[in-house]
């Protein structure tokens, strides 16, 4: 046997192994939870969004044939959107909830605001998520001729 009969930290070894995986899922777990399930392209946006505990996240993603409108999870429709907010605004959430929007580039912006009036008209708070990628040149904002 080559190991001395009292090999010191050799045992705590495993251990301190087991302290540092726990340390590294607590640092990264906050950036590897998504807000909604539901993949969209995200406008790019140079404002960051703070954290907020009791959000609520809808979703505006692409479509066969109209845009799709998520609710978490679920997809939704615009008037089953409107009774789960009226419930949710029943139920007294609308003190401390904001409600996060998120619109997939090729949304119409008359659905956006469809939603927006309806989110704001519950008396809800609301955010537009935007992605923290700069614009690249062709994509940006053309000036509106005189």
């Not at 046997?1 to 045992?11: A, C, N, Q």
């Amino acid at each position: 046997m080559s190991l001395p009969e009292r090999p010191g930290l050799l045992h705590a070894v495993p251990l301190l192994d087991l302290f540092a995986l726990l340390w590294l899922l607590f640092l990264l777990a906050p950036s590897l939870l998504r807000q909604s399930g539901v993949a969209v392209e995200l406008p790019p946006s140079r404002f960051q969004l703070e954290r907020y505990q009791n959000s609520l996240v809808v979703t505006l993603g692409p479509g066969e044939t109209s845009p799709r409108i998520h609710f978490g999870r679920d997809l939704v429709t615009l008037p089953d959107l409107a009774s789960r907010l009226e419930d949710l605004r029943a139920a007294g959430s609308t003190a401390d909830s904001i409600v996060l929007l998120q619109t997939d580039a090729g949304t119409p912006v008359g659905l956006e605001r469809q939603v927006t009036e309806l989110v704001l008209g519950k008396g809800f708070r609301l955010a537009l998520v935007g992605s923290n990628t700069p614009a690249t040149p062709a994509a940006a904002p053309q000036a509106l001729p005189e």
